[in-house]
């Protein structure tokens, strides 16, 4: 897709179009009513309905970067301890950040654990206002194409001017959609393909189900250079990885990240005397004195098996990379020049940022 880009809708929306010194003016007045104790809340949004209790879920964020503007975006209330998850795109160099809830409330909140392969956080709110906030249910399981999605999010700031997120609705395009971002390194695994209304601002807010339950995180967006926002396909990071990750960070796990040592791969279709072909992986440039080029693989190997497993396409040697525990050996048999042949690679940690 030369005439598009997939843009980490994990790049939060900045607001330009304020005059600075209001921004400033406006993210220090709402601050300052954090520091004091809020007056008695009033009942919040109603939350019988599937909707209403997404509603309560789904907070925005306005993230303060050091004198370089605000920058907006979304999460989700995680638990009752005031545990928010995000991407981690939205709050990357954040000097501040500000929670905005339903009716305009308002909580500071601070970052307490991040997976930034997987684009992920988690911040803690400083306070848990169980009239304004309800934690998410996950969904237990995988919507199917045709489901109804509800989006709901923070697209260009437009919760700053009441707190409530933005909802839009929309269906499940597809599943199993793995992408690799060669600029941050960031891996986005199993995503869930939308066209809910999707626009910048709109990172780290939640796709829901009709009975209210969190399927995904809004983690990227696909644009053209006429179409800066919605093209009616994005992309969120779904509820079991979100549920594995966020309970694995809570605890003070260290979440690892398998790597052979491509900084990318290419695809290319294997042709079968029956007539039809599968896709395999080829390795792109490597990585100097990375996992790869140490155990002799070359730019253009084809990717034919992992320990004697086939591997087929980018989507099944992403997810199978990064599920090796870095230091394990394991064999590749590739392709190389129509020779076949295996090596021994030992697993790396994958690098975050791309150095």
């Not at 709402?30 to 209403?52: D, F, K, V, Y």
């Not at 989006?151 to 839009?168: E, I, K, Q, W, Y």
């Not at 042709?271 to 896709?279: A, D, I, N, V």
Request: proline share 7%.
């Amino acid at each position: 897709m030369s005439d598009s880009r997939l843009h980490a809708a994990n790049r939060a929306y900045r607001g330009r179009r304020l005059a600075p010194a209001f921004a400033a003016v406006a993210l220090s007045l709402l601050l300052a009513a954090c520091s004091t104790a809020p007056s008695p809340a009033e009942p919040g949004p109603a939350a019988a309905s599937g909707l209403g209790r997404a509603q309560m879920s789904v907070v925005a964020l306005v993230v303060e970067q050091g004198g370089n503007g605000d920058s907006y975006g979304a999460g989700v209330v995680y638990d009752t301890q005031g545990h928010i998850i995000t991407v981690h795109h939205v709050i990357e160099d954040a000097a501040r950040i500000l929670v905005l809830l339903p009716g305009g409330y308002t909580l500071r909140a601070n970052v307490v654990a991040i997976d930034p392969v997987y684009d992920f956080a988690i911040l803690r709110a400083e306070r848990f206002l169980p009239e304004r906030m309800r934690p998410a249910d996950l969904a237990r399981e995988l919507p199917r194409p045709g489901d109804t999605v509800w989006n709901l999010g923070n697209p260009f700031g437009t919760s700053r001017f009441g707190g409530d997120a933005s909802v839009g609705r929309g269906v499940v395009s597809a599943l199993h959609r793995t992408y690799l971002n060669e600029d941050t390194g960031r891996l986005y695994l199993d995503g869930i393909q939308h066209d809910a209304p999707t626009n910048p601002g709109n990172s780290g807010g939640g796709i829901f189900n009709d009975r209210g339950e969190l399927l995904g995180l809004n983690a990227l967006i696909t644009t053209t250079r006429e179409t800066p926002g919605d093209s009616g396909v994005a992309f969120a990071l779904p509820s079991p990885v979100i549920r594995r990750v966020a309970d694995a960070l809570l605890r003070g796990e260290v979440i690892t990240h398998g790597w052979l040592g491509a900084h990318r791969y290419k695809q290319a279709t294997e042709m079968y005397p029956q007539g039809y072909g599968r896709l395999r992986a080829v390795f792109g440039p490597l990585a100097q004195g990375g996992p790869a080029m140490r155990a002799g693989v070359s730019a253009g190997d084809v990717i034919l098996k992992v320990n004697g497993a086939d591997v087929f396409g980018l989507h099944e040697i992403l997810s199978l990379e990064d599920s090796l525990p870095p230091g394990r050996t394991v064999k590749l048999t590739i392709n190389r020049a129509g020779r076949e042949f295996d090596l021994d690679v030992q697993v790396g940690q994958r690098p975050w940022p791309v150095q």
